[in-house]
Every structure is written in C-alpha cells, then in structure tokens.
C-alpha cells in the first residue's frame, strides 16, 4: 500500500521561529509537492522538486525554502515563522509519467503560529 | 491562464439523492482533469481521471464525471449519495510537467 507520511499531525510554534516540516515517501517516486491549504483558498503549490537536490518554486514560495537531500525525503522549511503561515500543509508525491500521474497525499500537518 | 473554477462553495443533499458537483475549468490545450475527496482530517484521495478517449469516466466511490469540452466543464456526479461522502470535494487540471491546479473546493454535506 502507497504511503506518504508527514512528521508532525499538529505544530504549534512561536513567531520567529524556524520550522521543518518532513515527508517521506516509500514509493520510490520521482516527484514531490509541498501545498498549502487555506479555507475559500484550496491547495496552492508551494514548491516541488523532480529529483533528488531539485526544486522549483510553486505559486507562493515567499517565506519558505525545501531540501531533498534523499529521494524518499522532502523536507519544507519556514526560516523564521510567521502567523500568516499559520495553515494546512499537504505533501505529495507522484512518479514521472508520460501522462499525469496520480499524486499521493500524507494526512496534513496543521500548523500554528503563535 | 490556467485556472479551475468550483462555483458552489458549500452543497447540502439528502442521503440517497443523486449529485452533481460542477467544475469548469480554463486551459489552451487538451486538459488533463482530475477530482479529488478529502474527508475530514484527511489527506486527498484520487477519485477519478480524465486524459483522454471516453468523456464519461467511472472512478472509485461510485462517482463518475463527464468532460464537456464545448462547455470547459468536467462535473462529478454520484446517482445515490450515503453519510460517508461527506467530505470536500477538489476539481484539478494538469498545467504541465506533472504539476496540478486545484480549484477551491466544494464541501459536501449529506442530511439523514
């Protein structure tokens, strides 16, 4: 069974502080997506990276900053936390396809930044 | 540019009624479509996918959507709803370089 995994299902930090936020993966997949989810905003990219050391920027990526040192790993990065991120934040991964593929959800980290 | 549009925030329906959830989206080329549920204190979930051939597509569920290119729709539809579709329900095409746009959502409510 396919499995993506975040490491936190709830944060509370304080302003200023720097957040990581993990994901992993275990289905070898070339892809993964880093989303925030608001309520009326639905999901917006935040970044994504194609292979191992690669990224690009999403949608809205001010304020944030990813590392994929490993394949299976893709780690989000709030260098100094404010409240306006406080949020959802999705991961996701998909393989590399001739057709879209399908992309594979963790369960959210719920974010609060006080 | 590229954008997905769900224009019913919110939906109320009985269990047992039928359903239809409207997504219209805008893009330049053949789209690649998708509809994805999360229920409550969940990640999303594939429902179904549109790429290419039949423009009725079944999915998981029960739900099956239709792709109408004259109208730029791709609306789900599910012909007897029960309490465990509850949930929010997200309309996405693909952009290019596997990368998706999800539209707002819409939030399903089922009344017993």
């Known amino acids: 069974d396919v499995k993506v995994t975040q490491s936190s299902r709830y944060l509370v930090k304080r302003t200023g502080e720097k957040v990581f936020l993990e994901c992993v993966q275990d289905m070898d997949h070339e892809n993964m997506f880093w989303y925030r989810q608001d309520p009326g905003l639905g999901l917006r990219l935040i970044y994504f990276s194609y292979d191992v050391k690669m990224k690009e920027k999403g949608d809205i990526p001010e304020g944030y900053s990813v590392s994929r040192e490993k394949k299976e790993r893709f780690s989000l990065i709030l260098e100094s936390a404010s409240t306006n991120q406080t949020s959802m934040y999705l991961c996701?991964?998909?393989?590399?396809?001739?057709?879209?593929?399908?992309?594979?959800f963790g369960p959210g980290t719920r974010l609060t930044v006080t | 540019a590229q954008s997905v549009t769900q224009p019913d925030i919110h939906i109320t329906v009985s269990e047992g009624a039928s359903l239809e959830l409207r997504c219209n989206y805008s893009?330049?080329?053949?789209?690649?479509l998708f509809w994805y549920v999360q229920s409550p204190g969940q990640g999303l979930q594939l429902l179904l996918k549109y790429f290419s051939g039949d423009t009725l597509v079944q999915g998981i569920k029960g739900f099956e959507a239709e792709f109408k290119r004259s109208q730029s729709s791709f609306n789900l539809r599910k012909p007897s709803v029960h309490w465990s579709d509850a949930a929010e329900y997200f309309c996405?095409?693909?952009?290019?370089?596997?990368?998706?746009?999800f539209g707002k959502g819409t939030r399903l409510h089922i009344l017993p």
């Open positions: 996701a991964s998909s393989r590399q396809d001739r057709d879209y593929d399908e992309q594979y």
């Open positions: 996405a095409v693909g952009v290019g370089d596997d990368k998706i746009i």
């Open positions: 893009y330049g080329a053949t789209p690649y």
